[in-house]
């Protein structure tokens, strides 16, 4: 394609207004199809699009959880807990995290029947 006279280049990350490399992921997906099939050119930038989007939800939840704990940098364990703790997250990633630890939970049979935190609920 020839560029045009007075107007600066522009990626296609930039012309969709995202973080995420469109270019990249297409050359990706090029490499995962079949030589005999195509890549349509919007379909690289809707799939950044969408993993531009869950990590920044990812992000802001794992945030969250590291705030609560009184710390400042994100921890596989913040991760861990942002994603289990959201329900959505947690059916689209089943994956292990490692040094994720695990998610705290008693049943409540297992509770003493006395006590008021067993009352309250």
Known sequence: MAKKAG???MSRSARAGLQFPVGRVHRYLKERVHKQERVG????VYLAAVM???TAEILELSGNASKDLKQKRI???HLQLAIR???ELDQLVKA???GGGVIPHIHKAL???GT???QQE
């Open 96 to 98: 292990t995290i490692a």
């Open 52 to 54: 531009e989007y869950l």
């Open 85 to 87: 703790g959201d329900e």
């Open 41 to 44: 050119a919007t379909a690289s």
């Open 7 to 9: 107007r600066p280049s």
């Open 116 to 118: 008021k935190k067993f």
């Open 75 to 77: 921890a596989p364990r």
């Open 111 to 113: 509770l003493k029947k």
